[in-house]
């Protein structure tokens, strides 16, 4: 069972990023929380985040997440998975801190795998260095977007140009104050078979005809970088953009997703750990009715049951990153789809109960649960929703059997 063993260079990168957290990000939560409070906006970008950046930097805790040694330091998704749970921990300030922030990290692999040298020098480098951020526009209000052949946003081609017309919204990342350049997915055959129609291009943020109209909150949270609706109206965009070829979309979206859902995963269980400290100091702190609430029999079981739900997720997101690696995403198709459902559903289970033990201040700003709560909500439909997942890991299961001769059984079988 190899994949439980931790590399020794994985285990070193662990060591240093539990100081870091513990030495300067913990720390660093309420300074960031004064900061923004004092700014007034809600997508401010503190100064705390960029002495962070350069604390990660300067401990050689930067671009963990990069699979690719020319651009990062090589980990696999197995040595990567329990680094992305530790800065979980902290989400609003750990990933950014070491620049592996959604969706950042993955559109850093898409410009690694199939962007242009051109791409790689005004886009990629500046990205991979933490000076500029991006987003990621795929998903539109008119469709239900689960379903990605029903992105409408229309990419026609004209000469050595593409005219882009349509509406993206959720955008995550596009309110974020160095949001320079967009991944955005459209359409640009419509007679094509259903998943060559799309294609995927590179468009700056603030190129002519591109509107951000509005943020959207999440749960009536305004996110720091924000989730925003985009007008695309006549934006023309070079053919050279247009990221691998036409009619790619649909393949580019299915290799950025694999590690992108490992990692929300193991930040969502690494926002479970913290729950489940926090639950505990609570339960041990506050006394009702003659007994600390650590003594309450159904508090012991959310407890326990919060033990068992994060190791169980743990070790199922481990064997989908071990099965990343050693055969590959399509082969690990079903584990992927299962651990989004799972992770989402574990952690918020242990929010709710840890909530629930924190009374009338579990629902406030003054503990970090509520907040987390909203975000790892938004999991279970960021990706694909749950409902998504769970019909391609049904069909899995089904193929089993589909070629199964099933013959009727003899009548006599029936008689006693």
Not at 174 to 180: F, V
Not at 256 to 278: S, T
Not at 319 to 346: C, F, H, Q, S, Y
Request: glycine share 6%.
């Amino acid at each position: 069972m190899e994949f439980f063993l931790m590399s020794e260079r994985a285990e070193r990168y662990r060591t240093d990023l539990l100081a870091f957290m513990d030495e300067h990000v913990y720390p660093a939560e309420p300074v960031y929380q004064q900061q923004m409070r004092d700014s007034g906006d809600p997508h401010f970008h503190p100064p705390i985040m960029e002495e962070l950046k350069a604390e990660a930097r300067r401990r050689g805790l930067w671009n963990l997440f990069h699979p690719h040694p020319e651009w990062g330091p090589g980990l696999t998704n197995l040595e990567y998975a329990p680094l992305a749970e530790i800065m979980g921990r902290s989400p609003h300030l750990a990933p950014e801190a070491c620049n592996c922030a959604a969706p950042d990290t993955g559109n850093m692999e898409v410009l690694t795998l199939f962007g242009s040298d051109a791409h790689k020098k005004q886009y990629l480098e500046p990205l991979l260095d933490g000076t500029i951020r991006s987003a990621f526009a795929m998903t539109e209000p008119a469709v239900a977007s689960s379903d990605a052949t029903n992105i409408e946003l229309s990419m026609v081609r004209d000469g050595d140009e593409y005219v882009l017309n349509g509406r993206k919204w959720l955008a995550s990342n596009a309110m974020h104050k160095n949001c320079k350049v967009l991944i955005v997915m459209g359409k640009t055959d419509p007679d094509a078979p259903a998943h060559r129609q799309q294609s995927m291009m590179v468009v700056p943020i603030d190129a002519p005809g591109v509107t951000v109209l509005r943020n959207l909150t999440v749960f009536g949270y305004a996110d720091r970088e924000g989730h925003a609706e985009i007008d695309f109206h006549d934006v023309r965009v070079p053919a050279a953009d247009v990221l691998l070829g036409e009619g790619e979309g649909f393949a580019i979206s299915q290799a950025r997703l694999g590690p992108g859902r490992i990692h929300h995963c193991m930040r969502a269980i690494g926002v479970a750990e913290r729950a489940l400290e926090l639950m505990c100091r609570r339960a041990e702190s506050r006394v009702t009715f003659g007994q600390p609430l650590s003594e309450r029999a159904n508090i012991q079981d959310w407890i326990a049951e919060a033990r068992i739900e994060i190791e169980m997720t743990r070790l199922l997101t481990l064997k989908a990153a071990w099965l990343m690696d050693t055969v590959g995403n399509k082969a690990a198709r079903t584990e992927i789809a299962a651990i989004k459902v799972a992770a989402p559903t574990m952690a918020l289970t242990i929010l709710d109960r840890a909530i629930q033990v924190h009374g009338g201040g579990g629902v406030t700003d003054d503990f970090p649960l509520a907040n987390a709560w909203a975000q790892v909500r938004t999991l279970r439909l960021a990706d694909g929703p749950d409902e998504v997942h769970k019909r391609a890991i049904a069909k899995q299961e089904l193929r089993k059997y589909r070629d199964e001769v099933r013959t009727p059984a003899p009548a006599s079988a029936n008689r006693p």
